[in-house]
């Protein structure tokens, strides 16, 4: 190839890809393309390197995440499966958030991360990009971003870690970060071993190894279509996970020879969806995942408004439980793995997946089963159920609604402690919001029995920015002293998908809005929930309630505290997460960045 063909004022600047697209702006297109090479020449590339499709990969490394922390190894990997293929790999940094280490939440930053992965690739010159992350928000940020992009994209997730082990019983974070953590504060367990265990819950890198938030997202990848099959379970630090990384470079240089047909808005479509919906109720999965799915399709032009929240429902009640995990059963990630992962899990599901729908391979879902070799698996061997012989008939996930919750609430049935509270009335204690919970829930004072219902309000999208994941509300101490492990909750807030209880979540409008009748709960009102009839119920005439609502919004004026009136006077990000960001039943993305926002 001629080496200053690009500097020919006499050629147009083209083809519009690998270096030569996405100019940076200096109105002579010649020259960006000139001064892009002199500076990427600084690290030393060659003009046959240049002259190669670019993979992009987002590196989401940071010493403040341990789920990521074998990104750089997974980078190598990548690299190597481009390179095979004949692309040029070049990573690049999004923003890194963690669990445990984003205040106030990992959410109140997640439409963050996806504008920062939407723009960055967008803005810079790559042909296709794998989206490499795993903890909770990340995997879906990236694919909201990715998809408001329609670049070529695919994932590569990090990995969950292996289990650790605590006098002879396997432990992982984070369902037994919750258990052993009730123990010790009902008083069952004292300090040094609680210190024990804290050693032992997250024993390698990786994500949480039970069916959280991320271990649910990354197999609802794979029912996407958007990663490999074998992609959701390989253990973080195994060389399974390296040769999915590899493999994932490979794919992605074909992804760009595909042209438009495997673009994100392309290959996606409405059956997509309702396979993952179908996978999300099959494994038992996080609520989360359920914001989340609903972020995602609310970003895609042609399939916004085509899916609600009664889809997951009616999805639901057809899909049994398949997987044998925690929060709801007992194993882990491994375990999962072990049984064959996703491609075992499908192949269940057959009867009710959309076979036909497009996965980033370039083959079909059912052709990826079909060419994916069966190894048979002794049942008492397999965390994997068959479909006849399900663990949960249906419905592991349900959508409430009621006067409580006209937009819908969200309820892991599945991972309830005690079923005879799926059906249940009883008296409202009522906690204005986090801060008012902390100070009071082990109070002997507390008017509190086992039949109360637990009310936290004010901790939805807006209530408490980010959404926090505290919608377990603990059970009251001098409760949990007595042994009673489980309660009926209610909130607007999340819950950690490693989490389980009886537990209504995400109600909407959440209690922040003038409009909201769970802002409004008083203590002593009776509230019921009945899960077959998919009913949440304040037991309040119409009346009552319209007086307590109109009596609320007239206390509200400009000067005002509460976050729903204060946010028009927040700056910086907190400001436009507070003014833009929606409500759970539409994903808590902000209206700005949905497919149904501005176009332009
Ligand atoms: Fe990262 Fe659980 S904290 S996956």
């Not at 024990?196 to 990848?221: K, R, W």
């Not at 008017?447 to 936290?456: A, E, F, H, K």
């Not at 999340?494 to 409008?509: E, Q």
């Not at 000067?559 to 907190?574: F, I, K, Q, T």
Request: with cysteine.
């Amino acid at each position: 190839m001629d080496r200053n063909q690009d500097y020919d004022l006499d050629r147009p600047v083209g083809p519009i890809q690998g270096m030569r697209q996405g100019l940076t702006s200096y109105g002579d297109a010649h020259f960006s393309l000139f001064l892009r090479k002199v500076f990427i020449k600084a690290l030393g590339y060659s003009e046959d390197a240049l002259s190669r499709p670019i993979v992009g990969i987002v590196n989401t490394y940071s010493s403040f995440n341990p789920c990521h922390a074998n990104i750089p190894q997974l980078i190598d990997a990548v690299k190597r499966g481009v390179q095979l293929a004949g692309g040029l790999a070049i990573d690049f940094p999004t923003i890194s958030v963690h669990e445990s280490f984003a205040a106030p939440t990992s959410m109140f930053l997640r439409n963050l991360m996806s504008m920062d992965t939407e723009e960055m690739i967008r803005a810079q010159p790559v042909d296709a990009v794998v989206l490499i992350g795993g903890c909770d928000k990340t995997t879906p940020a990236q694919l909201m971003g990715g998809i408001s992009a329609n670049k070529p994209i695919l994932h590569l997730v990090t990995g969950p870690m292996m289990p650790g082990s605590h006098r002879g019983v396997r432990i992982g974070a984070c369902t037994d970060c919750r258990n052993n953590w009730a123990s010790y504060r009902a008083g069952t367990m004292d300090i040094e071993e609680i210190g024990m265990i804290n050693e032992e819950l997250a024993p390698t890198a990786g994500t949480c190894g039970v069916m959280g938030t991320a271990s649910t997202m990354a197999c609802v990848l794979v029912a996407l279509g958007m990663m490999p099959l074998k992609g959701a379970s390989a253990p973080a630090v195994s060389s399974a996970r390296l040769r999915i990384a590899e493999q994932t470079g490979t794919i992605a240089v074909s992804l760009i020879q595909a042209g438009d047909s495997l673009k994100p808005q392309t290959l996606l479509t409405r059956e997509s969806f309702l396979n993952a919906i179908t996978v999300l109720q099959a494994i038992g999965g996080s609520t989360n995942a359920v914001v989340h799915l609903m972020a995602i399709i609310n970003r895609h032009p042609d399939v916004a408004g085509s899916i609600t929240l009664d889809t997951f429902d009616e999805i639901g009640r057809k899909t049994p439980l398949l997987v044998d995990l925690k929060p709801s059963g007992s194993n882990y990630m491994t375990d999962f793995h072990n049984s064959g992962g996703m491609a075992a899990l499908l192949r269940e599901l057959r009867p009710l997946l959309y076979l036909q729908a497009m996965t980033v391979t370039g083959s079909t879902l059912g052709k990826l089963l079909d060419a994916e070799p069966v190894i048979p698996i002794p049942r008492e061997l397999s965390c994997i159920a068959p479909f006849t012989d399900p663990l949960y008939p249906a419905s592991s996930l349900v959508v409430l609604r009621g006067n409580l919750a006209p937009r819908g609430a969200v309820m892991k049935a599945s991972a309830s402690k005690n079923r005879t509270l799926l059906s249940h009335s009883g008296p409202a204690v009522v906690f204005a919001g986090s801060a008012d919970m902390a100070r009071r829930i082990d109070s002997d004072n507390l008017d509190v029995t086992p039949d109360s219902v637990l009310v936290l309000q004010n901790i939805g999208p807006v209530g408490n920015p980010g959404m926090p994941e505290a919608g377990l509300i603990p059970i009251p101490r001098k409760l949990a002293a007595q042994g009673v492990q489980d309660m009926l909750r209610v909130s607007d807030g999340r819950m950690s998908g490693t989490a389980g209880g009886t537990i209504v979540l995400h109600v909407a409008p959440e209690a922040a809005d003038p409009t909201s009748v769970l802002g409004i709960v008083r203590d002593g009102d009776i509230i019921t929930v009945d899960v077959e009839a998919r009913v949440l119920r304040i037991e309040l005439g119409d009346e009552e309630i319209r007086k307590r609502t109109t009596d609320r919004t007239r206390e509200l004026r400009p000067e005002a505290s509460e976050p729903w009136v204060a946010r028009r006077r927040m700056r910086g990000y907190r400001g436009l997460y507070m003014r833009e960001v929606n409500q759970a039943d539409q994903g808590a993305d902000f209206e700005f960045l949905t497919a149904e926002g501005p176009l332009e």
